[in-house]
């Protein structure tokens, strides 16, 4: 079995930041590669970064590119979304996953969430 608990989500003005956390449990987590999904109301899922298992590997959709940062620290069983010059867009449920490959479509992953709400005020 693997647990994911998120923290860290909330209200900030645009331009402000806020840093996410997902704390796993269950067998090797540094075997998972882990992503950071979001849905907004009325859309679909979005893929928004993704890292391997050692950390050395990150992928980020173009839309959050040069403004979050996806990282682990497998000592504290702990990925984190660093998230920075947010904007408006960036409002929505944001939730952690793990997976077995490295991949930015939603069913490729095995775990998920509960998710936390980023709202950001314009």
């Known amino acids: 079995q693997v647990q994911l608990v998120e923290s860290g989500g909330g209200l900030v003005q645009a331009g402000g930041s806020l840093r996410l956390s997902c704390a796993a449990s269950?067998?090797?987590?540094?075997?998972?590669?882990m992503a950071w999904f979001r849905q907004a109301p009325g859309k679909e899922r979005e893929f928004v970064a993704v890292i391997s298992g050692s950390g050395g590997i990150t992928y980020y959709a173009d839309s959050v590119k040069g403004r979050f940062t996806i990282s682990r620290d497998n000592a504290k069983n702990t990925v984190y979304l660093q998230m920075n010059s947010l904007k408006p867009e960036d409002t929505a449920v944001y939730h952690c996953?793990?997976?077995?490959?490295?991949?930015?479509?939603?069913?490729?992953?095995?775990?998920w969430g509960q998710g936390t709400q980023v709202t950001v005020s314009s």
């Open positions: 269950g067998r090797t987590f540094s075997s998972y590669v």
């Open positions: 996953a793990t997976g077995r490959r490295l991949v930015v479509v939603a069913a490729f992953y095995d775990y």
